[in-house]
């Protein structure tokens, strides 16, 4: 059975192909378009740039979710969103009441991996909320973008310049991945927080108790 997360990935794969289209069309059309009239070898060599979106979208699916989050919020160590979940995220949100959150939920941690394991537990009872199921698959979407974009920002320009691109190709292709990068990112981070968030919510109006498994 497929778990969550899993699930969520699934149905985010044809936003992140779309992405690795356009960044196709960006390499192909914008960023050389001089490279489509060329001879057959340089067009042979020309390909290469092309397929590199989908070839790092794929290469995006074997990095584990601690490694993409490092990616995202340039944290080494507890880099998961959860990890600040009581500290920064929740009383930065205007609908967690954090005294009736911990009258929910028991002491709330202050230790990073304390509460990412403290919110984790909490995120399993609610997870099939509405608007948890949607900040959760948003923040999945926008993290495997940026980690994506963040690994083509070295690959093009490389590809771009084997493929004998002009130099001012080579740095509009760099900043036009720089620039995906950080939206992406910035999305990634928020998306995050709203997750976060939106499983205190539903904590910090009533108690939720565990299922008794069937």
């Known amino acids: 059975m497929k778990s969550r997360s899993d699930a969520l990935k699934a149905?985010?794969?044809?936003?992140?192909?779309?992405?690795?289209?356009?960044?196709?069309?960006?390499?192909?059309?914008?960023?050389?378009p001089e490279l489509v009239d060329a001879s057959m070898t340089t067009i042979l060599r020309a390909s290469v740039s092309p397929l590199l979106p989908v070839v790092v979208l794929l290469l995006t699916g074997p990095l584990s979710h601690d490694a993409k989050a490092r990616l995202v919020y340039w944290r080494i160590a507890n880099p998961l969103p959860g990890s600040q979940a009581f500290t920064k995220h929740a009383p930065a949100d205007s609908r967690i009441d954090m005294k009736a959150l911990g009258k929910?939920?028991?002491?709330?941690?202050t230790d990073p991996a304390e509460q990412n394991a403290k919110w984790y537990k909490l995120y399993r009872l609610v997870g099939d909320d509405a608007a948890v199921v949607q900040a959760h698959r948003l923040y999945l979407m926008y993290r495997d973008m940026a980690v994506m974009s963040l690994l083509l920002i070295p690959l093009v320009p490389a590809a771009l310049w084997y493929a004998g691109a002009a130099p001012a190709a080579r740095w509009i292709a760099g900043g036009w991945f720089v620039l995906q990068y950080v939206v992406c990112a910035i999305s990634a981070r928020h998306s995050g927080s709203r997750f976060v968030c939106?499983?205190?919510a539903v904590h910090s109006i009533r108690k939720v108790k565990a299922t008794a498994a069937p």
Not at 15 to 29: F, G, K, S, Y
Not at 104 to 109: D, E, H, I
């Open 198 to 200: 939106n499983v205190l």
């Open 11 to 32: 149905a985010n794969i044809k936003w992140l192909a779309a992405l690795a289209a356009l960044d196709v069309a960006v390499v192909l059309l914008f960023i050389a």
């Open 104 to 109: 929910n939920v028991g002491a709330l941690p």
